[in-house]
């Protein structure tokens, strides 16, 4: 009934939060910057991405793509699983992605919406030091499923018409 839906609001706002704390304190503890940027306008909202790269190196960095989890209704894209942080510090870029949530968006506007992000970071790698060539999806729950659609879905399927750039969407890997 209606008790309990105000508990399973309560537990969701509580892991939000402590999720949202564990987030803040390990990225402030590992020394990560990040940079937050815009890849596409969905719906009139704007997309953002925000970029945590690994220390200045002589190669272009391997990218991580990554949508989080929510249930298709919550989540944000600081809040981050603490692993992803330390495969920064192993060399890797980390992207993570804004989604429409399934409230403000019906599907597959997700998917192209992670595919749009693709190609944003293809498009953007040699400004910010990616290697285009490696480009891995990956994300948590709700997130995971999308990395999921959107990789097996391969380029030219379920693209979209999203964002200002026309590279390929295609990645190298999927991780959920």
Sequence with gaps: GNGRGLVDRFLNLFFIATNFFNTRVRLFFSGLKRETHVYAVSGGRHMKLDIYRPKAGGSPAPVLLYAHGGGWRVGWRKLIEPAFFAQVKRGYALVSITYSFTNKAVWPVQVHEVKAAVRWVRANADQFGFDAGKIVLTGASAGGHLACVAGLSGPNTL??????????????????
């Design 159 to 176: 693209e979209g018409a999203l964002g200002e750039t026309t590279t390929t969407s295609d990645v190298c890997g999927i991780l959920a």
